[in-house]
Each structure stands twice: as structure tokens, then as C-alpha cells.
């Protein structure tokens, strides 16, 4: 079992008081590239291994300008995205290291649910890992909601948890919002 959990926004919203600002994710550059090098083997150019995204990489965002937060713990040994879908559209993609932490500090108010997938060999290109991918989605979905006095904050833990109350359902690839 995987542990989903709110937290009461009046850490946020006091944070805020005090003048902490932070950075949105959107702050960084949005623009995806990645450098392939070549190298030669036995006289045949072959493409090498493209960087691995760094942890907390948005890769997908089109939700930017809300007070939620999301934070993502990945406990297992293998990389993950998360994914989060508001109705039919994909709203945005945050790869997390294996044993990482990554926060997405401007979600905006809605509901949404949420889909993973972890493997190795992650492909930015493609957006997908090239060995041993799993594909999730966790059974409850998220709903971000934002007063004047406090912000939505969710854990989402994607390894399992003694006492966690969220469950997850296997999706087939083809189903999982690339």
C-alpha cells in the first residue's frame, strides 16, 4: 500500500506570511533538449546513452499558477514520472529519481488524477524508460483546492507504506498519458 496524504495549507500560508517566496517550477526553462554524443565502434557511429533527467524535471507542464504543492517520494530503486490529468488532458510530468524526493510548488486548483510510471533508461525524446517500465495510476485522485488563508498539499509516496491508505491499478502503456 502507498501513502497519500494532505496536509493542512497553513504551513504554506505561513511560510507566505513571513515573505518566504519561492520559485515556481514554470520559473525554469520549459524547452526540452537533450545532447547525444557519438561514439565509433568498430568503424559504425552509434548514438550514446542521453543524459538522466535530474530529480524534481518537469517535463510536461500545463498547469503552472496555482498555490498547490506536490511532493513526490520515490523509495523504490528505479526512476519515476509522475503524471498528473486534469479531465482528459495531461497537466503535467515530474521525473523523480529513485530514493528522491521532488516538490511541485504551483498546482493549480482542481482535480486530478494521478499516474506513474518507473523502470530504467528514461527517454526524454520518447518519454518513456527503455527497460523494465511499469505503468500505475493511483486509484483516488487529488483535488487541490486554495482559500485565502491556505493550499492544498499532498504527499504522494510511491513505494509502499506500513499504514498507507492509497492503492494503485496497473495501466497498460497504451493507456498511460504520454
Given at each position: 500500500?502507498?501513502?497519500?496524504?494532505?496536509?493542512?495549507?497553513?504551513?504554506?500560508?505561513?511560510?507566505?506570511?513571513?515573505?518566504?517566496?519561492?520559485?515556481?517550477?514554470?520559473?525554469?526553462?520549459?524547452?526540452?533538449?537533450?545532447?547525444?554524443?557519438?561514439?565509433?565502434?568498430?568503424?559504425?557511429?552509434?548514438?550514446?546513452?542521453?543524459?538522466?533527467?535530474?530529480?524534481?524535471?518537469?517535463?510536461?507542464?500545463?498547469?503552472?499558477?496555482?498555490?498547490?504543492?506536490?511532493?513526490?517520494?520515490?523509495?523504490?530503486?528505479?526512476?519515476?514520472?509522475?503524471?498528473?490529468?486534469?479531465?482528459?488532458?495531461?497537466?503535467?510530468?515530474?521525473?523523480?529519481?529513485?530514493?528522491?524526493?521532488?516538490?511541485?510548488?504551483?498546482?493549480?486548483?482542481?482535480?486530478?488524477?494521478?499516474?506513474?510510471?518507473?523502470?530504467?533508461?528514461?527517454?526524454?525524446?520518447?518519454?518513456?524508460?527503455?527497460?523494465?517500465?511499469?505503468?500505475?495510476?493511483?486509484?483516488?485522485?487529488?483535488?487541490?483546492?486554495?482559500?485565502?488563508?491556505?493550499?492544498?498539499i499532498w504527499t504522494l509516496t510511491l513505494n509502499p507504506v506500513r499504514g498507507g491508505n492509497a492503492r494503485?491499478?496497473?495501466?497498460?502503456?497504451?493507456?498511460?498519458?504520454?
Amino acid at each position: 500500500m502507498v501513502s497519500l496524504r494532505p496536509l493542512a495549507g497553513v504551513v504554506l500560508a505561513s511560510a507566505l506570511l513571513t515573505g518566504f517566496t519561492a520559485a515556481p517550477a514554470s520559473a525554469a526553462p520549459s524547452t526540452t533538449t537533450a545532447t547525444v554524443s557519438w561514439s565509433e565502434t568498430a568503424g559504425t557511429a552509434m548514438p550514446a546513452a542521453a543524459a538522466r533527467p535530474r530529480n524534481g524535471r518537469i517535463l510536461y507542464d500545463r498547469i503552472s499558477g496555482g498555490q498547490g504543492t506536490l511532493k513526490i517520494k520515490n523509495g523504490t530503486s528505479r526512476d519515476a514520472v509522475v503524471t498528473l490529468v486534469r479531465g482528459r488532458t495531461k497537466a503535467i510530468s515530474v521525473y523523480v529519481r529513485a530514493r528522491s524526493t521532488a516538490k511541485v510548488n504551483d498546482v493549480r486548483d482542481g482535480t486530478y488524477r494521478i499516474f506513474f510510471t518507473s523502470g530504467y533508461r528514461f527517454s526524454v525524446s520518447k518519454g518513456r524508460f527503455a527497460r523494465g517500465a511499469s505503468y500505475q495510476k493511483f486509484d483516488d485522485r487529488l483535488r487541490f483546492t486554495t482559500t485565502s488563508t491556505s493550499a492544498t498539499i499532498w504527499t504522494l509516496t510511491l513505494n509502499p507504506v506500513r499504514g498507507g491508505n492509497a492503492r494503485t491499478t496497473g495501466v497498460n502503456p497504451k493507456d498511460f498519458p504520454a
